[in-house]
């Protein structure tokens, strides 16, 4: 279902100009029946100026009047013929600059304890590049005799069941099954 747009206007609309209960305006408007009576009192809401639901079609007047009649009803809001809008992929996770040195400690973690992992999901997991994680793998990183491998989800790069389920899609056996981060004195 759809939200409704601008609810505490449409609420303001409906509450001059229909005979709807306040329990009736909150349900359809996801407000509580406090903040609907409020908004009639005139103590919330007093500047807003009222949206119609009607002609903006997310309302027909025949399902007001139907409520009208029945108090014990619920509005529905109207099927709309336009296409959902496509919903956007999460893209890169943004990592703070203090932690960005960390990446190639993590990715050496993933390489010596899970090589199941391909450079795909390491590089999902942690937000970084192939490239990065192939210079990691061959010993040719820039800054290799630094890098020490950390766990990725103590370091924040990663939580623990997004680790696991990587681990158990490229076949291998999580540490900890159960989502709850080792401690740091077990890890090796």
Not at 159 to 172: M, R, T, Y
Request: glycine content about 8%.
């Amino acid at each position: 279902m759809t939200q409704l747009l601008m609810p505490k206007a449409t609420a303001v609309w409906l509450i001059d100009n229909t005979a709807l209960t306040f329990e009736q305006i909150g349900n359809f408007c996801q407000l509580h029946p406090l903040e609907v009576q409020a908004i009639a009192d005139g103590e919330v809401g007093a500047g807003i100026q009222g949206y119609d639901p009607v002609q903006n079609r997310q309302l027909t007047a025949e399902e007001i009047a139907r409520c009208e009649a029945d108090t014990s009803a619920s509005l529905t809001m109207s099927e709309s013929n336009l296409p959902q809008p496509t919903m956007r992929t999460k893209g890169p996770r943004y990592v703070p600059v203090a932690r960005r040195g960390d990446k190639p400690d993590g990715i050496a973690w993933l390489v010596k304890h899970h090589p199941e992992l391909s450079d795909a999901q390491i590089g999902k997991l942690i937000g970084t590049t192939k490239e990065t994680i192939k210079k990691i793998r061959e010993r040719t990183h820039w800054n290799i005799q630094n890098i020490q491998a950390k766990h990725p989800a103590m370091l924040g790069l990663c939580s623990q069941i997004d680790l696991n389920s990587a681990i158990e899609k490229a076949g291998g056996q999580p540490a900890n099954t159960e989502g709850q981060v080792q401690n740091i004195s077990e890890l090796p």
